[in-house]
Nanobody, 114 residues
Framework: QVKLVESGGGLVQPGGSLRLSCAASGIGFNIAVMRWYRQAPGKERELVAGISGGSTNYADSVKGRFTISRDNAKNTVYLQMNSLKPEDTAVYYC?????????WGQGTQVTVAS
């Protein structure tokens, strides 16, 4: 059974930091392209960051503030979010893309407010 379990969301003040984690099980984690998406109320889901092997990519809106990383020994992908802004408020989803299909986590809420 495939499971992606996100954690680390919460309420933070503008300028603060959070680290999201996504623990994967039931998939070939080492070969998966791992990505973080987010969806704000009334908006479409958007790609935030992705990591494949040693390569990473980021949405322009988070470059220089967010860092994606992975620990293949723990089957876990992380999203370090610094200098958070109110517009970063959204539900953040972990995504695992394999050759045959992709999988989604349930999401974790991030709220940036003073």
């Amino acid at each position: 059974q495939v499971k992606l379990v996100e954690s680390g969301g919460g309420l933070v003040q503008p300028g603060g930091s959070l680290r999201l984690s996504c623990a994967a099980s039931g998939i070939g984690f080492n070969i998966a392209v791992m990505r973080w998406y987010r969806q704000a109320p009334g908006k479409e889901r958007e790609l935030v960051a992705g990591i494949s092997g040693g390569s990473t990519n980021y949405a322009d809106s988070v470059k220089g503030r967010f860092t994606i990383s992975r620990d293949n020994a723990k089957n876990t992908v992380y999203l370090q979010m610094n200098s958070l802004k109110p517009e970063d408020t959204a539900v953040y989803y972990c995504n695992a893309k394999l050759p045959a299909r992709e999988y989604w986590g349930q999401g974790t809420q991030v709220t940036v407010a003073s």
